[in-house]
Nanobody, 113 residues
């Protein structure tokens, strides 16, 4: 059974940085697309970034130039480096394997103004 566990969330001031991690167990995701989503209070869940097996990345316009997604196939872990954080980045961040509809439990990111 696939198990995704996010970590690294927290409270940070505007302009600060956080690095989220997503550790996968029960599944080798090295050959599949891995994604980060977020859900802000009162809003729908949205795609933040994804990364393919070959390392091709895709970002939401709102985070381009500030966030970086990466993956480590040996550690079976994905990362989201978030810099220059803004209050509108606040939300619960989830990692996912979209092709099998597997999701982590989420980690809270709060950016104070």
């Amino acid at each position: 059974q696939v198990h995704l566990v996010e970590s690294g969330g927290g409270l940070v001031q505007t302009g600060g940085s956080l690095r989220l991690s997503c550790a996968a167990s029960g599944y080798k995701f090295s050959g599949k697309i891995m994604a980060w989503y977020r859900q802000a209070p009162g809003k729908q869940r949205e795609l933040v970034a994804n990364i393919t097996r070959s390392g091709t990345t895709n970002y939401a316009d709102s985070v381009k130039g500030r966030f970086t997604i990466s993956r480590d196939g040996i550690k079976n872990t994905a990362y989201l480096q978030m810099n220059s954080l803004k209050p509108e980045d606040t939300g619960v961040y989830y990692c996912a394997l979209p092709h099998i509809d597997a999701w982590g439990q989420g980690t809270q990111v709060t950016v104070s103004s």
